[in-house]
Structure formats: structure tokens, C-alpha cells
């Protein structure tokens, strides 16, 4: 039967996410069952510790705030507009509402029904994931850390979701299992294990699996003495074995493995134990897949032949960093993620390199990441960024030793292009003669820097001064260090320039009037959200780091060091932080998403929502750029 | 007299309806009334000559628009004006389902309930089903009913006694979207939200009391 009200709602409901993943027919039937509500500015549509409503809510018209008293002060947490979900609490778990929510103005709300929309959650898991997010940011910053784990505790769909990501994984597994016939004597099998390093080995006749024995096996059944090592292995064999067809997931291996309480499982041709045998699945196998996907990573990278490898393991890196993202993950954990195996990838690429020369480094170096990697925070690919010291030598060694690091250099380079890390276009990384030398003369180098700030200079100490040790020796990378701070220790002045240099990026803080986009290029009308947001908090965090001699890169890290130093300015670094880790993720979202390094935006394509987080992360970029101006004294400086 | 007479040969359906309203429950907390708001589309405007073509009808309670209890229907064409056709765009022969009068009024009327009835000029749709019921022997509704345009002249401080305010007039001063004007159900809904924006505005000043709501209407029997 026509109805021109619900006909009207599902043309509103169905442009906004996530309804617009729902069928056209169950979105209907949705709409044809929406309450309409109307408030009026101020008027409260849930208190705080409210009874969960019936219905969860879409803004139609309007705008609403959602707020948290904590300790009797109101907290304003967000503001949704047109087509924006709340309330979605009661729709995750039976309990009072954790935020309270007013009408911001004038404002027609659309109220779901919570009944109609629990099936869909487990028919639909993207939709689910979608309000997950949007439940997530509601309760963003500074209280979702504090919440995440509660929100999604015992929602069995919820929490099926939230781990979808390894769960619908296939399961990885042996595909050449180690095999014996029934006739074999027990001796015979446990030698085979004990060559091959294996804890069960499964007895099979004409390929098709009719039993296993396990180290389980030989403890209860020889070494209590049942049975004698002359024995048969078809004796002590347990048979039937459990079997699953090849594109087994996490998921069923392990109910599989819950449900016959077994620890291996056989992978059949046919998934029947009347077919062939094809592989062998262990608990192991899955506690690998589940916890560990960056150690299995890392693992691979260890075993890696080639660069071209490494390209590929990189790549799986990539798709880790994606699944992360989709999972909610917290941004300082897939940072540290992905660092560890960028870090790992280049280390493997140096001992390959140093094996293909066929001669050992002639004295001891260290390889030195640059920039965002040597800050850890390199989530996408970017460029390389590299440099190397080697160990003072006597100048008639200099020249050779010399080569031989920038034989090493240029070989480890070649291999990170090939991975997908682009060679610096500003020629900043090890090959670079000015960039392979001794102690000796990077000190001079920095002290050069230091004392003589021009622009070009400081530019330099910008990059160079967030140096990571990847490779090589410790002591040489800690002298280095060292001489930075006691060189800045003894002229103060070259802060204050850093600090000028910094403030040149102000906040865009006239985002929504006057949007402060790029003019012309191939980047017009997109927001440079590496140089005008995140640069700003990266070059405050060295600064007040470099002030401190503070041995840390990280500028998450930076700040939770500078939160200790100075407790009475705990809440500016924090906000910091909560801002860089925002802006960090929405870099790095939007780079996933137009597979690019994410560091344009495209205004047009972010909804009010996005704008307004955005936003909320340039106040802390201008108190941070506020007390930098004051601390050192930046008026006093000349203009650089 | 002649009510008394044909007592017995009520239909059920009318019956049903004098039980509801006379009986309610409901009436004395607002909270628990069942409000219906509701438009027709006409052949035109002569009570006796002109026909219902569509009837709408949406549901409030508890300041809620309840879409679920919505009503929409399409009644056959015996008279055929084609001037209205250019405000309605209903045709005689479109394509939405359409009912004999008879059923759609039954059907209409066993909706209605005891709702209490909200409209724009409600004079004008009520006098419209009562001649309907009429030609059925029955009749006329004894829903209580309330009007925007006259609710809006309680409330508003100004130009109170002034002038009759149209549907569009009040939509521009209580900020009500305009869709689907001038067809049945979609000029229900914005008398709807007219209805949940004048009772918010109203209580501000006054307990929301349904009789005194009804007083608001002097032109109106009920």
C-alpha cells in the first residue's frame, strides 16, 4: 500500500550511512516505522544515566548536542547534525545512556526502532562495523580510551565483528604434512617426528588420513607401557581423525578444535576423511594466525631471500594497517606496528646488502632513519629518508671506508625501492656522500647547524634531528645524540629559531568560514593536512624535546614525556597528543582510502562530522604554537 | 427522534465508532491521547456536489509522529473535476489503488478509533467525511477535533483575530518544511508537525489540557 510519509523517510534515510547499505526493502520497512520527534533548542531528548529508549535516533532536521557531566561539570562531546546517528547505546548493550544529548536548535529526530534493527546488525556487518565507528567517535577523545573496552563487552554479535577481521581470515596451515603408513613401527614414527620437529605425524593409506599419533599418544600410551616402540603404529593411533575441507577460516578451525577437543585437524581434498590428505592444521598454526600476525611478519621478513619478497611482505604490512583501521584499533598501536616492520624490512635489507658485497662493514656504523620514521609514526608508504655514521678512521682508511658505505648505502636503497619506499627527491639518505660520514664530521655537521641557523639549516636539523638508530652500533648512535644536546645546551638561541620556523604553519583555524586550502595545482581546493596539522605538533613536540634532551622520537611519546616533566601543563600535552593521534588516523584513513600518502585532504568529501574533528584538533595546535612563542621568546628573533 | 428510531439498524462499523469515543479512557492525560492528523483531497469545494478523492492520516502520541500508524487511501472517482486535478494531481483513472467511498469511509473510520481528530480547517475535511457518512445513513463524526489555524490564534501574540491562516502561512512561521504539498498524507504530516511545534510552544504558557485545547476552537462544535 502506497504511503507517501515513509516513502518520503526512506528517500531521506537511504543518503545517509550506514542505511544506505541496507536493501531498499528492509530500508522500508525500517521507514515505514520511524517515529518522528520534535525539539526545541535546549530541550533534552536523553539525560545521562537515562533508561536506554526504544529507538535510536537519525537527526533530520537540526542539530544535537551530546554531552557527559563528569564531576558535576558538563562536558560538550560532540555536535551531530543532519543525517548523524545517536543513541546508539541502547542498541549495543542494555544499559542507561553514558551521554546525555539536548537539541542544539530547532530539531526533528527520526527514531529506529531498536527491535527492527537487531537483525540487521548480524545480517549486515558493515553496517554493524559503521555504528561501531560512529558509537566510537560520539564517545571520542579524552573519554573513549577510557570506554573502548567496556562499550562492546558481552555483545556476542558485536564482539563477532570486532574480531571479523582474523576470523574470516583463512587459516593458515601446513600443506606438505609428514605422513607414515599403518604398518610402521612406533619407533620408526617418533624418529621421523623427532628429525622433522614435529609433534604429531599422521598415518595415512593411500593418502587418505586414517589416524594420528601425537607426543600425546606416546606419553599415555608407551611411556606408561601399554604399548612397546615394536608396536604398530596403528595401534596407538586415534582414529577417525577430525577433518575440514582447504578454505577453512579462524574461525571454524577453531570451533572445530573446541568442538572435538582435538589439537590437530586434518585438510582434506573433499573436507571427508575418505579423501586425499592435503595439510595439517595445528593450535599453533591458529595462535599464530590470531595474536600474531605482525610477529608472523616479522618472522617472514627474517626468512626472506630477496628484496622482491620483502615487496610482498611489505604489501600484507599494508593490508594489516587496513584490517587495523576497520577494527578501531588505537593509532599508537598500528604505528608501532607498522615501525617495527619497517624497521625490520631495512635491517634485513642491510645484511642482504652487506652478504652481497661478501666483505663485513671495515668499522663499526650505524644506520639512522630520518623524519617520520625515525619518529615511528610511518604508517603509509612514504620516502626514504636515511643517513649513516661510521666510526672516526685514520683520513689515509677515510676514502675506502668511505665506499664501502656508499657501495652498502646505494645497494640497501635500491632494495627499500623496490619494498615501495620511493628514494628521497631531496637526495636526503645515505648514498649521498654528505650524508655517509664519520662522527667526527656529523658533529661538526650539527654544531655547523646549530650555531648558524639559516633557513636552509634549520630545514636540515628538522629532518636530521629526529634520527632513529635501525642498524648497527649503539654507542656511535648515543655519541650522536649526545652532541646535539650538549651543542643546542650551549646556544639556547637556535630553539627560539626552530620555534619561529614552526609557527610559520598557524592552525587553520577559520576552517569552516574561510577553509584554508591549497590555491592552485594539482591539489587545489584540498587541505594539507601534513603541513598545516600535523607538522605544526611534530616540530612543538622536538622543540620542547630537544629543550628537555629528551631521548624519545615519537611525538605521541614526546608528549606523554613532556606531560611528566611538566605536570602543570599536563592537559595542553595531552590534548596534543589526543590531536596528533586523530590527525595521525585521518591522514592515514584517507590515504587507505585514495591509496595515496594521505596528506591532501579533499574538504569536499568529508561529512560535518569529520570537519567538526578535524577542528577540534587545531585549538591545542595553537596553545602549543602559543607557548613556544612565549617560552622562546620567537618575537625576539629575526626574521629566518 | 429519527436517531432514536433507526437505533437498531446502526451499521457495526458506526456503532464501533459512537462506543470508542464515548467510552475513551484516554482523554484526561495528554500523554495517553491518541491524536489522528489528517487531510483530504477534494474535487472541489461544494459540501453537497463535490467528492473525497484521497484521505491521509498520521498518528501523534506522547509528542511523537508515529509513522506506523499512518493511513493513506484512494477512493473511486463518481465526480471528476479536472481544475482540482491541477492542485491534487490525483487522476480519475491513475494508478493508485482506489476504493469504492463506502469501503475507504469504514476503513477510515475504523482507523480514526477514538483518536482525537487534528487538522488545518478542520471544518472543511470533517464536513467532507460527514457527507460521505451521510450518504451512508450515517454520521455525523463524534471524534473531538482540533484545528492549527485556530490553536495558532491562541498561541500567537499577535494579529490573533486578524485573519484565517492558511496551511502555508503557518508552515512559514513555525519553520515547517514543505513536501509533498497537496497531497493528502504529506499535507497530514505537516499539519503533524504544526500540531507538535504549537503544543510545545503552548505548554510554555499553559498545562496542555485537552478541553482547553478544545476551547481554542469556537467555531468548531466539538
Redesign the interface.
Known sequence: MKNTISERIFDFLKNYPPLNLIPNATLLEISQNVEIQYFEKDQIIFSQNDHPHEHFYIINQGSVRLYRFIENEKHVLDICDEGDLFGLRPLIMNENYLMGSSANEETILYGIPISLFHDIILNYPKVSQFLIASFATNTREPFSEKHKGKLFANVAAIQKIEHGFSEIQSANYNKNPITCSPDTTIQTACLIMTKKFINSIIVTENEIPIGIITDKDIRTKIGTGLYTIINKVSDIMTSPVVTFPQNITVAEAQIMILKHKVSHLCITKDGSNKTELVGILTQQDLILTQGNSPSLLTKEIKNAKDAETLKYIRAKASDLTRGYFEQEIPIYFVTKVISEINTAITKKAIRMSISEIGKQPPVSFSWLALGSQGRKEQLLMTDQDNALVFENVNPAEYNSVKNYFLELAEKVTEKLNIVGFDYCPANIMATNPKWCISFDEWKQQFKEWITDPIPEKILLSIIFFDFELIYGDETLYNKMADSVFETIEKNQIFLGFLGKVTLDNPPPLGFFKQFLVEQDGENKDSFDIKSRAIRPLVDAARILSLHYKLRANNTIARYEKLMEIEPQNSELFESCANAFKILLQFRTSQGLANNDNGKFVDINSLNKADRLKLKSCFKPIKNVQEAIKMRFRTSQIPQV | MIRFFKKKQVPKFWQEHLDKVQNSQKYANFENIRFVAIDTETTGFDYENDRILCI?A?AIKN??????D?F?I?LKQEVFNKETVKIHGIRKNGN??KLSEEEAIIKFIEYLDDAVIVAHHTAFDVNMINQALKRLKVGPLESKQLDTNYIHKKIAKTDTYKKIFSLDELCEIY?V?M??RH????DA?IT??LF??QT?KYKKSNVLNLFDLINTNYHLIK
Do not use: F, P
Open positions: 491521509g498520521v509528542n511523537k509522529i508515529l509513522v506506523s499512518s493513506e484512494y493508485e489503488a519553520n518544511q513536501h509533498d497531497t493528502a498524507l504529506g504530516l503533524a508537525y507538535l511545534k510545545s
